[in-house]
Every structure is written in C-alpha cells, then in structure tokens.
C-alpha cells in the first residue's frame, strides 16, 4: 500500500512517527508532505525521515492564497506518487487531493476550535477519529477512541527519558514557561499570558522563580530576557527535559498536554479550550487550564508548595496510562483495516 502522511504543526511528526515505522514494518511505502513551518523539516531530519515542503504562509491573507496553491502542490506529488490512501491531522490540502484522485482521506484531530480547518477539511474527508476527550460532535464521519494523540510518542512504550539529560544542559531544578505566538489558525481569537511589555515577563518569571529556575521556550525571541533564559536544545531531547522539569505552564496546549501526558503538573494559560486538556484536569488531575497569568500564578504556587506533589504526579500519570489504549497500534490498524474495506 502507498501512503501519503500530511505533517501539518511540528506536534504531528511526533503522533507519526512510530506509526510511520510500523506502517513500513508491515510492507507500506510512505510519503511524507509538510509546509515550511517552524522546525518541522529539522526534526523529521531528527529521526531520520525525509519529506516533501510546500510553501507556508502566515497571515490570514496569506493562507487564503496558500490553500489553492498547496492543494495544486499536493496534486502534482500525489499524481507522481499514486497514493492508496491519504492520513493527516486534518490536513485541508490532503482532503481535497485525495476527492480530486478519488482516494480515502483519514483524518485524526484533537483540537475542537481549529474550526475553520475542520470546516475546510471534513467535507472531503472519509473518517475522523478523535479522543473521547474531543467535546465537538463531528457527525457520522467521526469514531472516537480512549487515548491522547500525545501517547503515540510518550507512551512509556515509546518514551524512555535519559536520566543524564539535566547534566548535558547543566541544569538543576526548573520550570517550563512556553510562550507561543499565537499564529496558527486554531488562534485566531486565543489569547494567553498577554505580556505587553518586557518588564512584564521579567516580573512573572522573578515570581516563579522562587521555586525553581525558569527556563523559557518561545516561538520568539522579541526581548532580552527570553533570548537569556531560552530553552536551547536540540528537537530530540525536548520531552526529556519536560520529563525531568519540575512544572510546565504556558500559552501552548501541545507542550503543556505533552507535560501532563509525562506526569508532570502542567498549567495552561488560555481563553481557549481543548477536550483532551480538559479530561487531563477532571479526570485525572494533570493538568489545569485558567484564562488569566494570575490564575497560572496561583496555581503554580499550590502545586510547587505540595511537598509530594512530585509522587502524587507519578500515581495520576499511571492511573491515565493503565486507562488508555495503545494509540499507534489504534492508528495502524484503522489505516489497514480502511484500504482493506475500499478493496471490496
């Protein structure tokens, strides 16, 4: 079988890759197709794979304009290629190619407000599987599952941390704060910390820091006090040092989902909301969303000022982990048993 993987946000290289391996294990030919976005070549390049860029545009104009001149991208590779199916995270671009060659597209999606993708994608799109965390009814199209898509690359199955990472970074105790730039279009009305000046984020990082370091991961490097504290690390090694943090809060639901995912408290700043965030709060207390920096504030002090906060963390981490399924194997197995179906 051949098979095209659109890689859409940096995030969805990770939710691939093991799938990728076991989907070539099993005798599939794979083709990798992304946008020149952040640092999605460099981290396919990571794990060794290579893939296909189109052009990545960012404002809203631009993005406009990009979806007919992606759509005509994607054509002409798919026509070359003669793909059996499409699989993505809910590409528009992948849906759309795979109606004009009459091809399946599955799509798998974990964020509700992306809704203008959605909108754009799911017309064209045969399957959508979500979590039964995911709060929006899609329709007939969708069949839902009991994972996080974040299992498919943290899941201790497929994550093993390396213990000397805090020494190859010459780091002690710490804390996370990911900054974003808010520019996906899942964000077009999101709001987060909202730090309007430098003097600002100096402040919030003086008041976390009388628990930890602060080390910050930013989308930008605007003011001196982020390029000082930015996280420098190669793309490999980034969930080891979520793993060993002490906390991780944020405007980035990926990096505080994948915290959480890890075990470690996790606090997210946004007036947005994610189903999967949600469960991780009220099911298991991973993680919590708040709206405000205050709020986040509050709440990191609760939690760093818990003595076994760490240990209770683990029990809540293996609770989530003994409920889930393994979503690779959920993944693989949907892509074949689909193809397979289409053939009768």
């Known amino acids: 079988m051949r098979i095209i993987i659109d890689i859409g946000h940096p995030k969805d290289v990770n939710v691939f890759r093991n799938v ?6 099993n005798g599939h030919e794979v083709k990798i197709v992304s946008r020149a976005k952040e640092n999605i070549k460099k981290i396919l390049e990571e794990f060794g794979f290579q893939g296909e860029f189109g052009p990545y ?14 759509d005509l991208w994607l054509y002409n590779i798919a026509r070359k290629f003669r793909p059996d199916i499409f699989i993505s995270q809910g590409s ?5 190619v795979s109606r004009l060659l009459g091809k399946p597209h ?15 994608m799911l017309p064209f799109t045969d399957k959508v599987y979500t979590s039964l965390s995911f709060y929006t009814d899609l329709g007939p199209k969708q069949e839902r599952f009991n994972g996080y898509y974040e ?5 201790p ?33 999101a709001t987060g910390l909202n730090f309007k000046t430098e003097e600002e984020l100096c402040e919030y990082v003086n008041q976390l820091e009388k628990y930890a370091k602060v080390k910050i991961s930013s989308e930008t490097t605007e003011w001196q006090i982020i390029r000082d504290r930015q996280l420098k690390n190669d793309p490999k090694d980034l969930h080891d040092l979520i793993f060993y943090s002490s906390l991780c809060i944020g405007e980035g639901a990926t990096m505080v989902s994948e915290a959480a995912i890890l075990g470690v408290p996790s606090i997210y700043i946004s007036n947005t909301q994610r189903g999967y965030l949600n469960e991780l709060e009220e099911k298991y207390g991973l993680a919590y969303t708040v709206q405000r920096r205050e709020e986040g504030l509050k709440k990191a002090y609760e939690i760093l000022e ?5 240990n209770e963390w683990i029990l809540k981490r293996e609770k989530m982990l003994n409920e889930k399924t393994d979503v690779v194997d959920f993944m693989v197995e949907t892509v074949e048993a689909y193809v397979d179906i289409k053939k009768f």
Do not use: M, Q, W
């Open 106 to 120: 599955l799509a798998y999606i974990d964020t509700e407000i992306a809704v203008p993708a959605i909108k754009l």
């Open 92 to 96: 528009p671009y992948s849906a759309h």
């Open 57 to 70: 545009y960012k404002n809203i104009i631009g993005k406009a304009f990009g979806l007919v001149h992606n």
């Open 306 to 310: 818990n003595k076994s906060y760490k």
């Open 151 to 155: 299992l498919a690359y943290l899941h």
């Open 20 to 25: 990728i391996l076991a989907l070539e294990e």
């Open 157 to 189: 199955k497929y994550f093993k941390p390396n213990p000397e990472i805090k020494k190859k970074y010459d780091l002690d105790e710490y804390i996370i704060l990911r900054l974003s730039a808010l520019a996906a279009h899942h964000d077009l009305n």
